[in-house]
């Protein structure tokens, strides 16, 4: 019998000796679908028989293109002399008709997932929603789009599934200490994701996709006793001897609860003024502001593959840059490769935008938020009045609609313009649809934003080949990257520290920055509510 070898030596790491081992392979991105090639690797490297091997799931999939030769590094569990165990992702819903009732303020990620682990919960969960269903909610964006015109309920922020419903379904976190990461991508797969998104290190939905999975988790809560009410605007939030008693909505009629969740997103501003005129603690925090930029996808593949064209079996290009610019950092965010660049306003007189991918990634631009942190003391008064700095970021927006021109226009310049202060003659094609303008973003900017930006893209392109280019567009503004206000909560039982029952959740308390952080947020919530 041949002696066994330490495999954890060799990077394997092994789960049941002699059935299942788990290893990395890196493969070329052709072989990528080759179940066989994959298997064969496998035999190979793990040292055993190819007929042992009965099966493999991969656990993870990324792409290395430190070298010149591009390749996905795959971890795959190997099922040597026992058949692979299909996954089940088990949710434990009840019906909760009749049970005590949790409000919730907002049917974004924070919200939903909430309600999804209220019904684990046996609470019955009462969604409250400003905006429109999924379906009703495209017609108020295609109106956005084509004519410039903004439904303040619905739209790009604001309607079922939230801000992040069309712009994209990124899944990428970093918040891994908050909550179960891999709980929110599961209950994403029941309902209608691929499986996909539990293995790529940057998990991605996408725009034309999340809408049905949306509406799956809208049937879940539905199914099992709890209501979702759309076009119902939240006016009040009662409550009496610091305890909160429940919800009065512009309709006039009034929802009584003991526990509710504020989950109404970054742009819900109303909800903030709410907060300010009951005498309840709100305060400013920092956000980040900048503007979209926009490359050509070739010029992203290039850069990042190495190459003259991409492969077929590679995916378009994602990039990621940070810089330090005289102790401020500036950073690209919510990149959105073969994306769109979308008008995501709130009401009229203002200009914003963001960015999404279709599930594909099949659009020729490549897009990215790259924008300048925003601290306290960049904006007067910021640390004693909480809307300080809300009112700075609606300044920012409103003199990008004056610049811009009006209906959604954008104001816009070439990258190598922008940074040397010239008005661009002309801009190039691009994808965002209301239109763009040139423009000396000066005009828009703050000052301290502007001048870190025209410093920093210099050094991007020392960074990345090919991406400090005039092929490229700036588009202003991007400046909904995160709440510039944080409703406070006690760090044990995530209440308003002055109206018990009252839950401040999610990216618009500033207690998020996505999907799957919000999603996270949401459950949280829940969890500290007692039955």
Known sequence: MTKSIPLLHFGIKTRHPNM???????ILPEKISDEAHILRKGAAQLNIALTRIKGLKIRKRSIDARGKQVVFRIRVIFYIDESPVSEIFPAHYVNVAGASSVLIIGAGPAGLFAALRCLEKGL????????????????????????????PDSNYCFGEGGAGTYSDGKLYTRSNKRGDVQR??????????????????????????????????RHTILKHGGEIHFNSKVVDITEASGEVTGVTLASGEHLNAKHVIVATGHSARDLFELFHRKRWLVEAKPFALGVRIEHPQEIIDQAQYHCSVRSEHLPPAYYSLVEQVGGRGVF????CPGGV?????????????NGWSPSKRNNPYANSGTVVQVNLEDVPHAAKYPFALLDFQHEVEERADVVGGGNLVAPAQRMVDFVEGRLSSNLPANSYKPGTKSA????????????ALRKALPLFGKKM?????NEAILVGVESRTSSPVRIPRDKDTL?????????????GAGYAGGIVSAAIDGMNCADAIEG
């Open 440 to 451: 000396l973003l000066s005009d828009v900017l703050p000052a301290f934003v502007h001048d």
């Open 341 to 353: 660049i979308a008008p995501c306003a709130t009401d009229k007189g203002e200009v914003v935008v």
């Open 124 to 151: 019955r969960p009462i969604v409250i929603e400003r905006g429109k269903n999924v379906q009703e909610r495209r017609r108020d964006l295609a109106v956005l789009n084509k004519a410039g015109i903004v439904n």
């Open 465 to 469: 080949k090919g991406y400090y280019t």
């Open 495 to 507: 209440q308003h520290p002055q109206i018990k029952g009252l839950y401040p959740c999610g990216e």
């Open 20 to 26: 299942q081992q788990e290893i990395e392979l890196p």
């Open 184 to 217: 929110v991508l599961q209950l994403l797969v029941a309902h209608g994701a691929t499986d996909d998104i539990l293995v790529d290190a940057r998990p991605h939905i996408g725009t034309n996709k999340l809408p049905h999975i949306i509406q799956a988790i």
């Open 332 to 335: 690209s965010f919510c990149m």
